[in-house]
C-alpha cells in the first residue's frame, strides 16, 4: 500500500487555533491549575476557575493497562500516519474505553468504533481485531486532517458526525453528541499531553 502523502498536521504545538474555536462556538481555557477546558460558555472569573483537585487528577491510561489496545500499535500507527499518539489514545479512550469488541447501536465496531463503510475504505478486513482496527482508525483520522487543513476540532466532528455534517454547517455541527464527543477527546488528549510532558522531564532530571 503506498503511503500517503502527510500533511503538516499541526498548525502549532496546542494544534487549535482561534479561528476554529471561533467557527464551532466552543472555548476553551487553561486555569491556574494548568487543566484546559473546553466548553460553550467563555472562561469564568479568576476566582471561580481552578476545579477541585479531585475532579483534575485522574489515573493516567487506566484503560490502556488492562485494555486491549496494544500501546506499540498505537504508536506505530500514530507515527506512520503522522497523527498525535496522545490523539488516537484520546479518541480509543472516548470511544471504546479499549474494548476491542465493542458495538455501538449503530454498528460501530472495534476499539476506534469504525463503521463497517468506513473500515472497508480504510482497509480493515477485521474490524475487531486491534492492530487493524487502530491503523484503519488512524488512517481514517489522516484522512480527516487533510479534509480539513489539520484543524483538530474539526477533525473529531468529522469523526463523529461525519466529513459531510462539518461542510454543511462550515465548522463543529451543532449536534450535542457531536460537541460533547469533541469536549471528552480534547479535554483527554491535553491530560494526555500534560502526562507526556511530565514523564519527559522526570526522565530528563533523573538523567542517563
Do not use: C
Amino acid at each position: 500500500m503506498p503511503r500517503l502523502v502527510l500533511l503538516a498536521f499541526l498548525v502549532s504545538s496546542n494544534l487549535i487555533g482561534a479561528p476554529a474555536m471561533a467557527r464551532s462556538q466552543v472555548h476553551m481555557w487553561t486555569d491556574k491549575a494548568g487543566v484546559t477546558h473546553l466548553d460553550d460558555a467563555p472562561a469564568p472569573s479568576r476566582r471561580s476557575a481552578v476545579p477541585k483537585a479531585s475532579a483534575t487528577h485522574k489515573e493516567s491510561n487506566w484503560w490502556e493497562r488492562r485494555s486491549d489496545a496494544p500501546p506499540d500499535e498505537i504508536d506505530r500507527a500514530a507515527q506512520y500516519y503522522n497523527i498525535p499518539a496522545e490523539l488516537v489514545r484520546a479518541v480509543i479512550a472516548v470511544e471504546s474505553a479499549g474494548d476491542a469488541g465493542a458495538v455501538s447501536s449503530k454498528g460501530a465496531l472495534g476499539l476506534m468504533q469504525l463503521m463497517p463503510g468506513t473500515a472497508g475504505e480504510m482497509y480493515v478486513q477485521d474490524p475487531v481485531d486491534p492492530r487493524q482496527n487502530i491503523s484503519g482508525g488512524t488512517r481514517y483520522l489522516r484522512q480527516l486532517a487533510n479534509q480539513f487543513g489539520g484543524d483538530m476540532m474539526l477533525v473529531l466532528a468529522a469523526y463523529n458526525a461525519g466529513p459531510e455534517a462539518v461542510r454543511k454547517y462550515h465548522g463543529v455541527p451543532p449536534f450535542d453528541e457531536t460537541r460533547q464527543y469533541v469536549r471528552k477527546v480534547m479535554a483527554r488528549y491535553y491530560e494526555l499531553k500534560r502526562q507526556a510532558q511530565k514523564q519527559k522531564l522526570a526522565r530528563a532530571e533523573s538523567g542517563p
